[in-house]
């Protein structure tokens, strides 16, 4: 060797015989020395600074550029990438899966009239169905005088009464991108939101109003004139349509006129303050706010 | 600068700070001190002397134009090293064909300085080395390019496993456990060669 700079053999304690003849064996080649004319003249031409120029002229064409930085052999550079981008797909599908929010479950039946569930009858008298997982995305209705609670575990409970259709929206995600879109076409909701729906938002549209709440105890009642949004606690912004919602605060409403009329911002009438609060306080301890 | 040789594995004759600069002299001293090194480790790694003169050309066009960004303070060895590996992976990988050459060149006909290095007029003897040293050279080129590497760097080129996990790139562990694997896989070759 050039520079016997033996390696330290206590490293390799447990090589078997084949190994031992293996390292023994590389450690006997000798080196290998270059001709001496090959030698003198890149030596020249390095201490000269010519050998620059014949990489620029392409002197050393044969050997293609390399890089100074240690590169992965191409096959393993492949391998690497291919797992790479495939522990990053699994990492962004486990990643989806886990930032989805709670699923929506049957909190309450009463009244009179029917549920129905992507068409499926649900009896208001019959109690079995309390805490039934209910996926995003089913066709909500209630009729006559029954209502339905729905509850997302911590983040908001939504009271769906005669009436109303909706197509029930995914609650919000857990981490990010936390915004919950939902559509009311007609009747009436009210909606509670928990601790864990801090730093989300609900975003819903009617044929009339678009509604923006960002946590908060409200209702959306919907009549053939327009859409009245009842705040009774926070601030929810509402808006007609096309324009930007504007906060309408706790003890208020703002009603928005099917009619184009500019909206009305009044104090929130007794009867619904009464229903959102009692709806607020059953509520509470459901979503462990107490 | 001059290198305190307590301090450091770079001998005291390099002025880097010199090499830094491109100064003619320090750049004859480096190459004088790296160069056989240099050509001796591409050559086993590439198996044919061709090649290796080609890419110690490179070798050196690399150092050249790197100069100004050596750390002075630094044994430059493992820095040489990582640039030969790297030219001789890009050579591995962008033109395959050029290594079907098998390795014959390297210890059958050595050069001058090679025959001059063995200082025993002793032809049988020679002979038998060299046919020794040609399978040896033969089963390592029948190595993984990154087994070969591993081998290469460590009881060739005499270099400590953290050294070799600087050149090639991985960590320490990956090295002892590449290297283990590499030598028994040499091991194997070596006996069916009949050594």
Redesign the interface.
Known sequence: ????????DR??AG?????????E????????????A??AG??AA????E??G??ARG??A?????????????G?HRLWTGIAVAAALVVAVITGILNQGPAWRIAGVRGEGSILLDGKFVSVTDASVIGRRIPAGVRVEVTNAAELDLRADGVMVMQVTGGTDLILPPSPPRWFARRSALHVQEGEIRVTTGPAFQGARLDMTTPDAEISATGTTFAVILERTGTCVCVFEGTVAVGPRGTAPAPVSSGNLRYIFRDGSAPADKPMRDMERTKLGMFRNTQMAALGMR | MKIDPTQSTTPSVLDLEGFQRREPAALEAFFEHYFDRVFSIVARLLGNRTAAEDAAQEVFIKIHRAAHTLDPARDPGPWVAMIATNVCRDLWRSAPHRMERRSASLDDTPGLADRLTTGIADPERDLLRSERARLVQEAVMELKEDFREVVLLRDYDGRAYEEIAAIVGANESAVRKRYSRALAELGRLLRKKGL
């Open positions: 060797m050039n520079d016997p700079r033996i390696p330290n490293d390799d090589l078997d015989a084949d190994a031992l003849l293996a390292r064996a590389v450690r006997g080649l000798r080196p290998v020395a270059p001709e001496s090959y030698r890149l030596k390095f201490a000269s600074g050998i620059a014949r990489a002197g050393a044969k050997v293609p550029e390399p890089s100074i930085l240690p590169l992965p052999f191409p393993r």
